[in-house]
């Protein structure tokens, strides 16, 4: 089944990990992406692998904090690929790891306007294009961390990662007699580069039921669910792909 055919993609944070997992996802079932990270070359392999399995692809290098990358991603789906459908939002950081009171303030910006002001950029140039195809569908990489747990030195990202869960709702509220649909995917530990070593992976595997962290392709299957005609009746909701770590604390 290819779910995703003569679509038109945009996904942030695309250069490694679960962006990079959806993109060769998403481009598998049928979306042109366009792909968005800062780092250039680890972009461009992305491309060179979707091309390379016969999908389409471009890569936008940028920065999610700044409005300009996110009207560059939409100018590019519009001129090659003919308009925009989905956005999966995706790009985020863990920043700088400690107590609240030890946070400065120019740390907790950084990962707020990261995880979640970001979040509010993509979809202000998102969705005006989305309108123009008669409706599309937002994606929000959110975390179990600051909605089922908060975890020690990780105040700012959790409280990035719970507001995407109000950013969400707010746009269904807007938009979803327009035909545009928001979620909030909200990941357990993944394999990731955010994951750090092997100690760390293994302390948060414990944290889930499964006993175990994710691979990033297993988040981007709950991504394409959401970004899919199979949610279709699906917005302003959360869904969780954890391992069970919101069902249970063991």
Do not use: C
Not at 39 to 53: D, K, M, T, W
Not at 93 to 108: C, E, Y
Not at 155 to 162: E, M
Not at 189 to 201: K, L, P, R, W
């Amino acid at each position: 089944m290819v779910l995703l055919k003569d679509k038109v993609a945009v996904v942030t944070g695309a250069s490694s990990g679960i962006g990079r997992a959806a993109a060769k996802l998403f481009a598998t079932h049928g979306a042109s992406v366009v792909l968005v990270a800062r780092r250039q070359a680890s972009l461009e392999r992305v491309v060179a692998e979707i091309q390379g399995q016969g999908g389409r692809a471009l890569a936008i290098v940028g920065d999610v904090t700044e409005e300009r990358t996110h009207g560059h991603a939409i100018d590019a789906a519009r001129s090659t690929f003919g308009g925009l459908h989905i956005a999966f939002n995706n790009a985020g950081l863990v920043g700088t790891m400690a107590p609240l009171a030890n946070i400065s303030l120019q740390q907790w910006s950084e990962v707020l306007m990261t995880n979640l002001t970001a979040a509010f950029l993509g979809a202000r140039s998102q969705i005006p294009a989305m309108l123009e195809e008669g409706g599309g569908t937002l994606v929000f990489t959110g975390s179990f961390v600051g909605n089922s747990v908060g975890l020690p030195g990780m105040s700012a990202y959790g409280a990035a990662k719970a507001g995407l869960l109000g950013l969400v709702r707010s746009i269904a509220a807007d938009y979803a007699a327009a035909g545009i649909r928001a979620n909030a995917l909200l990941p357990g530990g993944t394999a990731t580069e955010m994951a750090g070593d092997a100690a760390q992976q293994a302390w948060a595997a414990g944290l889930h039921a499964m006993k175990r962290i994710a691979r990033p392709e297993e988040i981007a299957q709950a991504a394409l669910f959401l970004a899919s005609d199979m949610s279709s009746f699906v917005t302003g909701s959360a869904l969780w792909a954890d391992g069970g770590n919101s069902a249970v604390k063991l």
